[in-house]
């Protein structure tokens, strides 16, 4: 989940090292011997960038260095600049990795500024006024040589300013015109109106004597106003700042600035024109915005009224305007400039010196606050923001009054949508105030989710601000209290309103903070609290704090959860002794432990609900709530019901009682499509007879008058009724999700059943059967969890019936599964079933095995064959081992069984199927060994198989061998051979490290039968075709390995390797998955040259045979990747001198093969590797020469020719 | 909304300030004197009060946390992202200095407090007789500390000495390391 404080703090550790190696890269980046570069690697400033990214976290750690940083970087453009300004680096000269040294700055700057904010980046650069006509001179000809260049395709390398470019220089720029003096200073010459002709504003009519340097920079930015990117701001700012400079003011240019951009945005508006594009508009709106803000009231005043109006007209013209209202960045522009327009016009000096009259003003306030309010529905979340922070901003500056009317407003269209559903019930149980929460909420289903968190935002805003008198408080807090359980579903069922939540959480800490104890605890609490219960002397503190514990541990939303506990801290903390146990309260709800739901929602949950029964009832409610058993998610439903039964804990029996109550009439008012939250419901129901409450009754043989004082009359049948007239298609329809309610109805059999065992309770025939229905028909389901739940629900019935009924009933389901198994659609429940209840229909003999577990066993075992789907073997198995091998029951027919299953390579259009079988095997094996159940000779059969696994090439397979194999070490002493599994942590990449393959070969020195060759296979597997670094892993040991064995004599040695070479091969020459594999490993093994080694010990039948081996592998086949394996064999023979010319034969036969790959394959071996030297000269120039894509036919001649060269000078 | 009051923070001049230090040191009367309230109407801290005082256009959350043993536990879930430390000792208390040491050197190791600086207060110094500053400082161990950025200064939540000056020192650090600009 939100994770950010950590971070925070690890960034704050780390900042110093990063800061100072910044420090050490950046003067190499950017200079070389002191003078500037004019390329920079590539690499080395995405280096420097990747270091300054982290601040964006928290940008302040890099203040202390910003002014050297900046500065360093500024006057190595500035160099730059003054060497190169007539003319651009060329790009197309370099590598590719090289950047030009501009470029690689202005990106850099860039991200400071995305990191810091360009007002404080901005401030470093370097200010001298004399470096105005330079930079205007260099964007001048950069731009211009690359537009030029652009077009000759013979420089085609060369590209245009990059934005950031273009971004960081406009912004240069503008700061450059911060210069005190008049620009006339800086420029003798002056234009005329003609001359701004050449720079392509043709409409512009410019007044007298301005000088040329400021008609330069108004053609630039006036240029890129309409960008996309983000050099439109930087050249807005430029725009701004010529503006409202007193000289340019003064000679009439600002005025005529002003005047051309609205005609721009307007003039073209009507039909008779174009629009301007999107992004022109949104240049000049944010330039007018920026002119309002920061122009002297002298110069900008006359222009307010008329900017609004076109504004506004704009704003509220979707028809011209569409194309700019409609996009969130047009929008949102709009919002910034009437809110900067109604700001100024708020100020009593704008007024006269605009001589703006009073109604001008209202109006002007009071549509643009109606704009705002309309505008805080909008669907894009910025412009909400936007609004809102508008709204407040504005609200802020009104005088008290008419704030608080503004916030009348708000509170008025936060009521708008909500539907008027008072509840009528007066009475004050939970169950009603449950339904009066649910009628809240549906009253609130209607309501634009959008526009409420727009709305209680801006409250929030002003809250924060303390704009909003005492007397609002009331409403206000009705509404936040509100608007942190607010909660809407989609269609879909998704969960929607989060911000919803967060900006209410954001306004409760807000008014706590902001608002004195006292002012506080007048508020009449009844005006808030939607359900009064019995707690009416309760103070709006209390209230609110309940509200945020309930949010703290519930709420789905990571974020608001923390947010929850930082509120309660700050009320707490803030309204000292006002809360009860409010400092536990804190300590409990804390802001680290509500991070993880799971935790809020179980522990921390009951660990508040201790402090007091009032946090005990609001959690409860709010478990029974859409943040509880209604989430969407089966996960969060389970563990509230998990929670429910931890509150269950806390209290007594009666109310323990009334829970029951409480959870049995809502379940009563669910309408039947409501099952995910019957889910929840009969969840939470089982849970609390879990519960440990009850404990203390167990073994008490309670009377039935007791019994019935304790949990009510007809306790059982008042729990079943709550599943047994669920109608049957429940548990079939997928629409009506029947896993959801065959697992929960299972589960709740399942702890009524345990719960009458414990209390010694009987049921009536009528229970039995009702439970066993709901087995029945939730035993077709083939999903786990219900799989286990009604397993479980199986053993759990067996444990209250007699016998003669548990024979019957196994009788039944082995019927179902034997004799119908085409009607039996999914035989997985039946066969878990069957396998859970197995221990508990042994009879009374004691020894051997009942008839029903004879039947049992056979049933399960039945399903372990080959012709049964792979679903159902797993099944199967998954059966044998929970239910059969865990009541410490094996035999002979189950190892077999175990071992066909651990052999299992089943492939269909899935992939390795047979995968799934062999995990559950050898889990089953693992489960075995465990409880000590395997003889030595069902050990000599499955350890074998075991240690096969453990080599093979899937990582999962080998992990759970390993398991196993670590398991069968435990049982044995150290001297033996098994225990160097023992040492090792279970990890499952360690598993495919070489370290784990070493020891894995280990075994081979082993005395233990039967193990080396299925051994050798696993690993061959892996070593001859795992993925690549498994493959490198395996390799490497192997080769070590066969590089240390000795080659005769003490214990395994490498002759003997060799004879289980062939052995594998051999036994594998009709199994492909085994065969080649095995074959890359031999050719492997001979280019490292430990095989030969062996080259005479082995002595030449030995050899020979590998040879006939390889020869057969490869007979007729056409799989290329066994041949192209065969020839490294016969390439790595011809190094045994014994039969270099056999090997040589078959590859100068190959020679000749149909395939052209084989025959340029086998050339190519003959070439490089076995050539005599008396041969080399004669035979190498013939292979090379020939080509051995031709026919066969075409090159037989030349083969014999090569056959009597090489063979005859024997 | 904690994105939302980050940056508020920011925007505010917001600083948090942890308060800690033994039981019966003073720090709700600092706090009171500073805020000018009643002083004589404290008891012992059973939990945490925050204030807020506006001090040089400064916004500073103080965190006042009870001293005693019973709560000391709790001194730790307050650390959530701390400009500053005030560790208020008691100057006329000589028998638990070394109590008060070993809180504070068990303190600065607290990984949220890493980005914090340290003010140290010598308190009460209007009685006669107590501590002067050498020996706060060397029974402290202060000149050990290499972690954090600290100062001493004695004070008297009685007259009111130094209180200012305290908070200037926090605000001016605040003002080199958090909002340079
Ligand atoms: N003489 C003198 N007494 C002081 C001074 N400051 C505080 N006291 C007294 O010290 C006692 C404890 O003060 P508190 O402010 O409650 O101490 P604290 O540090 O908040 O204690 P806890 O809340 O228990 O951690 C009170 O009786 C104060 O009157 C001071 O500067 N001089
Ligand atoms: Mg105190």
């Not at chain 1, 049957?728 to 399942?750: G, I, K, Q």
């Not at chain 1, 670590?966 to 598993?991: M, Q």
């Not at chain 1, 001979?1086 to 020979?1104: H, K, V, Y």
Request: net charge neutral; glycine share 6%.
């Amino acid at each position: 989940m939100d994770a950010s404080d950590d971070r925070d703090v690890k960034l704050q550790r780390a900042s110093a090292d990063l800061l100072s190696d910044i420090e050490r890269r950046l003067p190499k980046l950017l200079r070389k011997d002191g003078s500037v570069r004019q390329y920079v690697r590539h690499g080395s400033l995405q280096k420097l960038i990747d270091l300054l990214e982290p601040f964006q976290e928290m940008p302040q750690l890099l203040d202390p260095k910003l002014a050297t940083f900046v500065p360093v970087i500024v006057d190595a453009f500035v160099d730059f600049l003054i060497l190169h300004k007539g003319s651009y680096p060329k790009s197309d000269k370099v590598k590719n990795d090289a950047i030009p040294l501009p470029r690689a700055i202005c990106r850099l700057l860039y991200v400071l500024c995305k990191i810091r904010g360009e007002k404080v980046i901005s401030r470093f650069f370097d200010h001298r006024p004399n470096l105005l006509e330079p930079m205007l001179a260099a964007f001048e000809a950069w731009g211009k040589q690359t537009r030029l260049t652009g077009e000759d395709d013979s420089h085609p390398a060369i590209v245009r300013l990059t934005w950031e470019e273009k971004y960081i220089m406009l912004l240069w720029l503008s700061q450059l015109l911060l210069a005190p003096f008049d620009l006339a200073n800086l420029s003798s010459a002056v234009v005329t109106a003609q001359s701004l002709e050449g720079h392509g504003i043709v409409s512009f009519k410019l007044p007298d004597n301005v000088p040329y340097i400021a008609v330069r920079t108004l053609t630039l930015a006036l240029e890129h106003l309409p960008s996309a990117g983000k050099e439109r701001e930087s050249a807005k700012t430029l725009l701004v700042r010529l503006t409202v400079r007193p000289d340019m003011n003064k000679l009439g240019l600002s005025e005529c600035v002003i005047r051309w951009v609205m005609e721009t945005l307007t003039s073209r508006g009507d039909s008779s024109g174009t629009n301007p594009s999107l992004y022109e508009a949104v240049g000049i709106l944010s330039f007018l915005a920026g002119v309002l803000a920061a122009g002297e009231k002298g110069i900008v005043s006359p222009f307010i009224v008329p900017i609004y109006r076109s504004a506004f007209a704009i704003a509220t013209d979707d028809k011209s305007y569409g194309y700019l209202t409609g996009s969130a960045l047009g929008k949102r522009m709009i919002i910034k400039l009437l809110r900067t327009i109604a700001i100024l016009t708020l100020r009593p000096e704008t007024r006269s010196a605009g001589g703006i009259s009073e109604e001008t003003v209202s109006s002007i306030l009071e549509d643009t606050i109606d704009y705002l309010l309309t505008s805080l529905a909008a669907a894009d979340t910025p412009i909400r923001f936007a609004a809102s922070k508008a709204l407040s901003q504005i609200t802020l500056q009104l005088d008290s009054d008419m704030a608080a009317e503004v916030v009348e407003a708000i509170l008025g269209s936060l009521n708008e949508d909500v539907l008027a559903m008072e509840a009528t019930s007066s009475s004050n149980s939970a169950n009603d105030d449950l339904l009066r929460q649910r009628t809240m909420r549906k009253s609130l289903a209607t309501v634009n989710p959008g526009r409420w968190h727009g709305l209680v935002l801006s409250l929030a805003q002003l809250l924060l601000r303390r704009s909003p008198p005492q007397s609002q408080l009331p409403e206000i807090l009705k509404v936040l209290m509100n608007a942190l359980t607010f909660e809407q579903r989609s269609a879909t069922g998704v969960s929607v309103g989060a911000n919803v939540r967060d900006a209410a959480c954001f306004g409760i800490w807000a008014v706590v903070r902001g608002y004195s104890t006292q002012q506080l605890l007048a508020i009449d609490v009844k005006s808030i609290v939607r359900s009064l219960n019995s707690q009416s002397d309760m103070t709006v503190l209390h209230a609110l704090a309940i509200e945020l514990v309930v949010s703290g541990c519930l709420d789905p939303s990571g974020n608001i959860r923390r947010g929850s506990s930082a509120a309660l801290q700050e009320l707490i903390g803030r309204h000292p002794d006002t809360i009860i146990n409010g400092i536990p309260l804190v300590q409990v709800v804390d802001y680290h432990a509500v991070a993880l739901r799971s935790r809020a929602l179980t522990q921390v949950a009951s660990d508040a609900s201790r402090l007091g029964k009032v946090y005990w009832e609001a959690l409860f409610r709010a478990m029974l709530d859409w943040r509880g058993i209604g989430s969407p998610d089966e996960v969060s439903r389970r563990m509230t019901a998990k929670a429910i039964g931890l509150l269950s804990e806390i209290i007594d029996g009666t109310t323990a009682k009334r829970m029951f109550a409480d959870i049995t009439s809502v379940l009563g008012a669910l309408r039947s499509t409501e099952v995910e939250e019957r889910h929840g419901l009969l969840l939470a129901l089982a849970s609390l007879l879990d519960s440990a409450i009850w404990q203390k009754y167990n073994d008490q043989n309670l009377s039935d008058a007791e019994l019935s004082s304790l949990l009510g009359r007809d306790f059982p049948s008042q729990i079943l009724s709550q599943v047994s007239a669920l109608p049957e298609n429940d548990f079939v329809a997928f629409s009506r999700r029947p896993e959801l309610t065959a697992e929960a109805s299972c589960v709740l059999v399942s702890s009524l059943l345990r719960r009458c065992q414990l209390l010694q309770l009987s049921l009536s025939d009528e229970d039995f059967g009702a439970c066993l229905r709901i087995i029945s028909l939730s035993l077709p389901r083939s999903d786990e969890v219900t799989i286990t739940s009604t397993s479980t629900a199986a053993r759990n019935l067996f444990s209250v019936l007699n016998s003669q009924r548990r024979s019957d009933l196994v009788r039944q389901w082995i019927d179902l599964l034997v004799n119908g198994k085409k009607s039996v659609v999914t035989p997985s429940g039946h066969l878990a079933s069957l396998g859970a209840v197995f221990a508990l229909v042994s009879g009374d003999r004691g020894e051997g095995l009942s008839k029903d577990q004879n039947d049992i066993l056979n049933a399960i075992l039945s399903y372990c064959t080959e012709n049964i789907a792979v679903e159902f073997r797993v099944a199967a198995l998954q059966s044998l081992r929970n239910g059969v091998i865990k009541s410490k029951t094996i035999t002979s027919a189950i190892v077999d069984a175990l071992q066909a299953s651990l052999r299992d390579y089943s492939v269909d259009q899935r992939g390795d199927v047979g995968s799934w079988v062999r995990l559950e095997a050898v889990d089953a094996v693992c489960e075995a060994w465990k409880h000590q159940l395997l003889s030595d000779a069902a050990q000599r059969l499955l350890l074998p198989e075991v240690c096969r696994l453990a080599g093979e090439k899937l990582d999962k397979v080998r992990y759970r061998a390993w398991l196993c194999l670590r398991e069968l070490a435990a049982l044995h002493s150290s001297t033996h051979a098994l225990s160097l599994f023992n040492c090792s942590s279970p990890d499952l990449a360690y598993v495919s490290t070489e370290t784990y393959f070493s020891q894995l070969l280990q075994l081979l020195l082993s005395d233990i039968c039967g193990l080396r060759l299925p051994l050798l296979e696993g690993i061959f597997i892996s070593a001859g075709g795992g993925y690549e670094s498994l493959l490198r892993a395996s390799r490497n040991s192997l080769a070590k390995f066969v590089y240390e064995l000795s080659v005769e004599g003490g214990g395994y040695n490498l002759v003997e390797f060799c004879k289980d070479i062939n052995q594998v091969i051999k036994t594998n020459l009709s199994n492909d998955r085994v065969l080649i594999p095995s074959l890359d490993v031999v050719s492997y093994l001979f280019d490292t040259g430990s095989l030969q080694r062996a080259s005479e010990a082995r002595g030449e039948t030995g050899w020979r045979a590998l040879l006939s081996l390889v020869q057969k592998a490869h007979y007729k086949s056409t799989n290329m990747p066994k041949l192209s394996a065969a020839i490294q064999v016969y390439a790595g023979l011809g190094e045994i001198p014994a039969i270099k010319q056999e090997s040589l034969s078959k590859l100068l036969s190959l020679l000749l093969h149909p395939f052209p790959l084989v025959r340029n394959m086998a050339a190519e071996i003959i070439f490089t590797t076995l050539l005599p030297d008396s041969q080399v000269n004669t035979c190498s120039a013939e292979l090379q020469r020939t080509n051995w894509s031709a026919s066969p036919k075409e090159l037989k001649e030349r083969v014999n020719k090569l056959r009597a060269a090489l063979i005859e000078t024997r | 909304m904690l994105s939302i009051l980050r940056k508020a923070r920011l925007k505010d001049k917001e600083l948090r300030v942890l308060m800690l230090g033994l039981d019966n040191a003073g720090k709700t009367t600092i706090v009171k004197r500073i805020m000018g309230e009643d002083i004589n109407t404290v008891s012992p801290t059973l939990g945490f009060i925050i204030k807020t005082i506006d001090f040089d256009g400064y916004k500073l959350n103080i965190w006042d946390v009870g001293g005693q043993k019973t709560l000391r536990s709790y001194w730790r879930n307050y650390f959530e992202k701390t400009d500053a430390l005030i560790w208020v000792v008691d100057a006329t208390d000589r028998l638990r200095m070394d109590d008060c040491r070993e809180e504070l050197a068990g303190l600065l190791l607290e990984e949220r407090l890493m980005g914090a600086s340290l003010l140290v207060l010598a308190n009460k110094v209007d009685v006669v007789g107590c501590m002067n500053e050498g020996e706060i400082r060397e029974r402290l161990q202060l000149d050990a500390i290499r972690t954090h950025n600290w100062t001493i200064l004695r004070c008297s939540a009685l007259d009111g000495l130094n209180l200012r000056e305290g908070l200037s020192w926090v605000v001016q650090d605040a003002k080199d390391r958090l909002f340079l600009y």
